[in-house]
Every structure is written in structure tokens, then in C-alpha cells.
């Protein structure tokens, strides 16, 4: 099985993505570090450690990473995404190492260059990790992660909330040659789920499959008191394009991070032209959303 870390600011569509990781037969989820986010760190560790034990994950270990963004203070996820999620309490307890030094220990290991990093949530571990050991950047062999936009973003309209919560970050991130494969908003906006689709996943009846049954309905809640019939979950398509890459049609880019603009502040600048620059990322252009759905059943089973 391919093995992969998770980055998470948890929240219901990185719990989703957990379950995934952590139950589909073709991932072995070796590790889950968390970071400030949708929530204060506090509530995204809580979050990810309710949603290790809902899913019979106790076995993986959980780091707590960065509480902050590199520079500028914390942006504010919607209100309503900043609670705790409706799993039950756990007395599971995160491991004693900080995530970022956990990811240096990992990637500087045999077992390194093997695993796949999956930031779903703002970048900043990593980008501290890289700082502290700039050898990561040859240990590293792909990043997949949700975050960035080349069209329009859901935060601004430049920017797409995980880039725009930490762009140092990301921009150290992106900066470093590791190849990305960017799972972008032009993805994730074509697998919304429905209620329908949610009934099928609780229908499943494993524990893991409730858990996700649960977390999805509760983003659907969110999602309808904003007027919306269908949610997003982000990070669980980003799980789903490493499981089969198949699924997100890509092409090659020269992706920057804007630091400095008033209104674009945040923004994946994606040049396809590769007008000046040898390409960086593979950049998703949409997933199959059928697809997508049926890697979500098996995974969940
Ligand atoms: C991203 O921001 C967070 O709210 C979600 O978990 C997802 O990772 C979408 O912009
Ligand atoms: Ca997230």
C-alpha cells in the first residue's frame, strides 16, 4: 500500500479525509499531524484525536504541530466551522514529539522517500520542518495537497483558504522543488455530496463509515444554513487522487504563491505557459465525480 502522512486542520471534510486514509486497502495512513486552521489548534487536535477514535484508528499516531502562521495572525474560518465536531470524547492522546520535528525524524528516515505528504489544512508544519532541515526537499518524493485555486478562490477571490491562512507557508512550501500535485478548488468543486450520498455511506454500517456518515451530514448542515443542498469535502478528494490518480485530469504548471498583493494576497498563480519556468505542479483540473464516490464506498466498507 502507498504510504501517507496527513496534515489536517480537522474540521468535518478533514475527518472524512482521515477515515479514507486510514481504511482504504490501497493507503497506509502511517501518521497525522495537526495544525491551526478551520479552528484554533486546540479544536483541530480535539477534532482529529475524536475522529482517530470514532474511525478504530487509535493505532496511528497523532503529532500536534504549528498553532500560529508563520507571519500574520490567524484568519478566521467561518464561525460555525470552528466547533468541535459531534463525535464522542476521547482520552486518546496526541504523541509527546512536536509534528515538526516528527515530520523531520520521518522524511530523514529509510522509510522517507516512500510516503507521500497530504497537507489538507494551511502548510505551515512543513514549512518549519523544511527551515530546520532543508534536506527534506530531497527526502520528500511527492506533496498532494488541497489547497490553491487558478480560477477563482472561496475565500477571497484570489485565494482558497488553506494558502490564504498561512501564504508564507505555502509559498516556503512551493518554493522548496518538491513536485506537487495540487488538488485545487476547480477539483473539489465538482464532488459535492448530497444527502443521498451520505445515506449510502452510513448504510455501510462499519463504524468508520457511520463516523464519516456523521462529520459529511454535519458540513451538509452547515452548507444548508448557507442556502446550499450539496457539501464539499475538500480533503477527502485530495485522499481520493492519491488512491487513484486517474480521477483528476492534471497539467503541469509553474505554480507561485502572491504574498504581496492587496487583493490577490493568497492566490496559487498558476502558469501553464511556462512562459519563464520549468513546471512545479501537477495542477488537478477536475475529478470524476462517480469515481470519486466509489473510492469513498470502498474505502468506508
Ligand atoms: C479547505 O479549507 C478548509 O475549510 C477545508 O477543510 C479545506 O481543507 C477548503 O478551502
Ligand atoms: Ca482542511
Redo the contacts with the bound molecule.
Keep these: 500500500a502507498q504510504k501517507v502522512i496527513l496534515d489536517v486542520?480537522?474540521?468535518?471534510?478533514?475527518a472524512a479525509a482521515i477515515l479514507l486514509a486510514g481504511h482504504h486497502p490501497a493507503l497506509e495512513l502511517v501518521a497525522v499531524a495537526a495544525v491551526h486552521?478551520?479552528a484554533p489548534l486546540s479544536t483541530t487536535l480535539e477534532n482529529t484525536l475524536r475522529t482517530m477514535s470514532a474511525g478504530a484508528l487509535e493505532h496511528v499516531p497523532v503529532y500536534s504541530g504549528a498553532a500560529l502562521p508563520l507571519v500574520h495572525p490567524m484568519i478566521s474560518?467561518s464561525p460555525t466551522?470552528e466547533a468541535v465536531l459531534p463525535l464522542a470524547e476521547t482520552s486518546l492522546k496526541p504523541q509527546p514529539q512536536h509534528a515538526v520535528q516528527f515530520l523531520i525524524d520521518y522524511y530523514m528516515s529509510a522509510a522517507g522517500p516512500e510516503t507521500i505528504y497530504l497537507p489538507?489544512?494551511p502548510h505551515t508544519n512543513l514549512a518549519l520542518a523544511l527551515r530546520i532541515e532543508p534536506r527534506l526537499a530531497q527526502r520528500i518524493p511527492r506533496i498532494v495537497t488541497?489547497?490553491g485555486a487558478y480560477t477563482q478562490g472561496?475565500?477571497t477571490p484570489s485565494a482558497?483558504?488553506?494558502i490564504l491562512?498561512d501564504p508564507e507557508a505555502a509559498f516556503v512550501v512551493w518554493q522548496a522543488g518538491i513536485p506537487i500535485t495540487m488538488i485545487g478548488?476547480e477539483v473539489?468543486d465538482q464532488a459535492p455530496v448530497t444527502r443521498a450520498d451520505t445515506q449510502r455511506v452510513r448504510s455501510l454500517g462499519t463504524p468508520w463509515a457511520q463516523a464519516a456518515a456523521l462529520v459529511m451530514e454535519h458540513e451538509m448542515g452547515l452548507a444548508q444554513f448557507n442556502g446550499q443542498e450539496s457539501a464539499?469535502i475538500?480533503?477527502a478528494c485530495t485522499v481520493a487522487a492519491v488512491i487513484d490518480p486517474g480521477l483528476v485530469p492534471t497539467r503541469p504548471a509553474y505554480v507561485a504563491v502572491e504574498l504581496n498583493g492587496t487583493l490577490t494576497r493568497g492566490r496559487t498563480v498558476a502558469d501553464f505557459a511556462l512562459r519563464r519556468s520549468q513546471p512545479n505542479t501537477d495542477v488537478g483540473l477536475g475529478i470524476h465525480r462517480d469515481g470519486f464516490m466509489q473510492i469513498l464506498m470502498e474505502g468506508l466498507r
Excluded at 9 to 14: F, P, V
Aim: no cysteine.
Design positions: 486542520d480537522t474540521g468535518a471534510d478533514d486552521g478551520n474560518s466551522q489538507v489544512g488541497m489547497g472561496n475565500y482558497e483558504f488553506n491562512a478548488l473539489t464539499h475538500y480533503d
